[in-house]
């Protein structure tokens, strides 16, 4: 009996022995669900853990869980985890398990943790710069990355004294050790395989020896539910063996994982692309080149055939015409002449001695004008034998010297070949005027100089005729005076003379106006009136004033040296101050140079410069006082005046001119007047000069009124600087 009951016991002791074998082997084999348990792991420790092309969750630690599982029966779904830390992952119901950990450690919440057997073991190895020695860790200053801060507390402990910096990104990692300020990065061996693909990171080198290890684990909040599974977990990682793990991480490691960015291949390849580059944009540049010098020969081409004559390259009609405006706008103020030349008998020339004999005719022709002609001219053939010629208006005799060496192997052309023939030619004279320069009627120019050319063929009273007499003589004039301008102020032909400005109440000379004569080496003494105008058409006004100045600075100077301090009123017009902008600053380097106070130099301004430009006059003024000039306004009373002017013009003198209220006929008026502004600029505390004074009653009312200062050939006329200098200047009756 006690046989069968043991027999009994021994049965059912067996039986539940066998029972979950049975069990799972039933359920493998009648293809029931496994349970799936989820994992919640970061991302962005390639090759451990990673997001892949597929948006897959893989890695060697992904992989190795996954073989536990399916070893220990369960299906495991991957969830990158969104919590900063893996403690507070590990307080996310959410997740079954969590991975990686090293070590039990409490979430963030600060429960117990129950963690796996090591699914790996980890190495931890260095990376410096490429020829640093590996750093004695005891004394090192070592990187890393914060999330590795579990790993980091064994470091310490390894090494109590090490000072370990923690960066948020590897990147932040490499520019610390680039930078010097770590001595070197510690991190899993795995993931520096990864990392150090990077073409950028080539100057970093990782040593191979282990600093530490650490263990790679998963681990969930310490629960019943949790320990059983972790159990189970560790039946599967019991059942992967070495060569099997061996051969996972030999897989991961040995891929290219990393993959380039648009800045790696930049990196790589950024010589190869630059060199591309640049030889593409040489290849565009030369080929734009091309393409514009191909343009640039049509557009000559067609230049040529449009605005060129091609029997003797002179400009067509059509390119004198354009020649002619661009001439004109480039120098405005030159003195021009149009001809229109005509070769008398040319359809005898070509009947008799042949074509080809007009055609040499005609090339001869444009070769010798052209050998006399500057830049600043040009010849065109209108049509046949109708030659049309743009000249600067030469000096003197020279322009029947010119015609003449140009004329005569014309004339000559078939006399020195061998025939009798004496070529004539007939030329009209048209001479610009200023509106010329202005409508730019090219057309209308040439019937004038036709129109001169037939009456000229006409009338066989000459060669030539000019169709507007008056100014061809305004002309030469013109040329005369400008072109022999430079040579005049080097031979000193322009003199500095001085009118006397008194005190008519003391009978004391105060000051004179600078004026300046002329006696041409040709023309004689030229009237300040006829030169001066010429001289501002031709832009040449500023060197005039220039010269004057200077030399009223040099005879200040010397009056200075003598003991004789004497103050001067120079003229500075428009003119001046737009051709210098800081003309203030030029009068103060003048005095400064010839060493004399600003005082001396007076700047007499005219009342209708600071009308025709009155901004630009009132800066200048108000820079002039700057530099402690006195300013005077000169003309005042010749017919711009307002009485607005003298509230805005910031002047110290004013020269009334007396000689606009010169008259019998409003006599009475022009006292009242004269009266009442000599109030007026008395009360405004404005001094005055009155100029053109002419009679002794003009000066005695000047005086009755309160004006003291006058200037005028009553007293005084323009005169050489060695009969100013004789002169007493302390009584004016002795003049």
Known sequence: MNNFFKKIYFFIIFSLILTPFCVIKSTASSGTLKPTITVGVPTDRCPMLYV???????????????????????????????????????????YDLVMPLGSAIKSAAGQDTVISEDLMVTP???????GDPLPDLTHSKIGMLSSLAGG???????????????????????????????????????????????????DLIIHPSTVYTVEFQVGAIDTPESRALISGINQGISMISDSQRQAIILDYTSRKLYKYTFYDYIYVYGYIIFSACIIIILITLHFISQQRLIKKEQEHKIRQLTEYDSLTGAFSAAGFNKKVIELLQTNPTTPYIITYNNIKNFK??????????????????????????????????????????????PEGSILDNRVQSILTPIKNFFINRGSDYDVQVSYGIYVLTPSDYETLEIDHMLDYARFAERKARESNSGDYEVYNIDQWEKGKLLSDVCGHFSTALKQNEIQVWYQPQVNYKTGKIVGAEALCRWNHGALGWISPGLFIPMLEQANLIYELDKYVWDKVCQDIHRWDKQGDKKSISINLSRFDIEANNNIAKYFSDLTKRHNISPLQLRIEITEGAYVANSQLILETTERLHEYGFIVEMDDFGSGYSSLNMLKEVPVNVIKLDYGFFRGELHKDKSKIIINHIIKMLRSLQIDLIAEGVETKEQADFLLDKGCDIMQGFYFFKPMPVNDFEALDFNNISLK
């Open 152 to 202: 980091a507390e064994t470091l310490k402990t390894l090494y109590p004294e090490i000072e370990i910096v923690f960066f948020k990104t590897m990147p932040d990692c490499i520019d610390a050790l680039r930078k010097d300020r770590v001595n070197a990065l510690i991190h899993n061996t795995y993931v520096w395989s990864y990392i150090l693909q990077k073409p950028s990171y080539k």
């Open 348 to 393: 005898f020339i070509n009947n008799q001695l042949g074509r080809q004999a007009g055609d040499d005719l005609l090339r001869f022709f444009v070769e010798r004008v052209s050998e006399h002609l500057t830049p600043k001219e040009a010849i065109g053939r209108l049509d046949a034998d109708h030659f049309v010629l743009l000249a600067i208006i």
């Open 124 to 130: 931890f190895t260095i990376v410096t710069s490429v």
């Open 52 to 94: 892949d092309d597929s948006d897959n969750i893989v890695g060697i630690g992904i992989d190795l869980l996954r073989i536990a599982a399916e070893n220990a029966g369960y299906d495991v779904t991957f969830e990158e985890i969104e919590e900063k830390t893996l403690k507070d992952a590990l307080d996310n119901p959410a």
